[in-house]
């Protein structure tokens, strides 16, 4: 048995059903000619090197496969009469192909996917269980810087009442020495006003005991 290698260009333009319906085709046709399926890879979308039936894209798909020439020319006459098939190409490569080695080889490449896709998804379950711890730690820091701040803002808001009361008191304070000075003023010009008339009072009183001192000095002297 013989192992090859078909590549096939298919429309890009068609529905995911309807190229899966094509590659889907070309599986089945491989057992049915007594043929083994090594692998089915599909490359995608891709640029033609050239344009090819007024495409400039086409859809790539790799096919691996053992069987015989019968097989080939199957699967080539299918791809030739299938308009949703741009162009194909199949290359040989074993001329005598070992199925059990094969088989083998496909084996331990699954082996070795799974366990890459294994450690893969370990990796990235580690990976989120870091990032949630970080995320746990940002967050538990950002509590507690908002609780700071909290009472920062506290702090701010009772010197800022302290300050209030402070200045309601200087004013308090202020305005009890003003009315404490308007007071002494008003004690101060009543006492001007009150001293010329007392002095008045008094140098009359005096002028009078002083004449009434000398007429009787002179009354004295003539009854002498």
């Known amino acids: 048995m013989r192992r090859y290698e078909t590549i096939a260009i298919i429309d890009p333009d068609l529905a995911d059903e309807e190229r899966a319906g094509v590659l889907e085709r070309t599986t089945d046709l491989i057992p049915k000619e007594g043929g083994f399926l090594v692998?089915?890879?599909?490359?995608?979308s891709r640029k033609l090197a050239y344009e090819i039936k007024k495409k400039v894209r086409g859809y790539y798909?790799?096919?691996?496969?053992?069987?015989?020439?019968?097989?080939?020319d199957?699967?080539?006459?299918?791809?030739?009469?299938?308009?949703?098939?741009?162009?194909?190409?199949?290359?040989?490569?074993?001329?005598?192909?070992?199925?059990?080695n094969i088989k083998e080889e496909m084996a331990i490449a699954k082996s070795e996917a799974e366990a890459k896709s294994e450690a893969e998804a370990e990796a990235a379950r580690k990976k989120a269980e870091e990032a949630a711890k970080e995320a746990d730690a940002a967050a538990k820091e950002a509590d507690a810087a908002a609780k700071e701040a909290d009472a920062a803002?506290?702090?701010?808001?009772?010197?800022?009442?302290?300050?209030?009361?402070?200045?309601?008191?200087?004013?308090?304070?202020e305005k009890k020495a003003d009315a404490t000075d308007e007071v002494s003023e008003k004690v101060d010009e009543s006492d001007t006003d009150n001293i010329p008339a007392d002095s008045s009072e008094t140098e009359t009183v005096e002028t009078e005991e002083t004449e009434t001192e000398t007429t009787e000095t002179e009354i004295n002297k003539e009854e002498q």
């Open 74 to 100: 199957e699967m080539e006459r299918l791809f030739r009469i299938d308009d949703k098939v741009l162009k194909f190409m199949t290359v040989l490569l074993e001329k005598d192909a070992d199925i059990e």
């Open 39 to 44: 692998m089915l890879d599909e490359w995608g």
């Open 61 to 72: 798909v790799r096919i691996d496969y053992c069987g015989m020439g019968s097989l080939v």
């Open 153 to 173: 803002a506290k702090e701010a808001d009772a010197a800022a009442k302290e300050a209030d009361a402070t200045e309601k008191e200087a004013d308090a304070i």
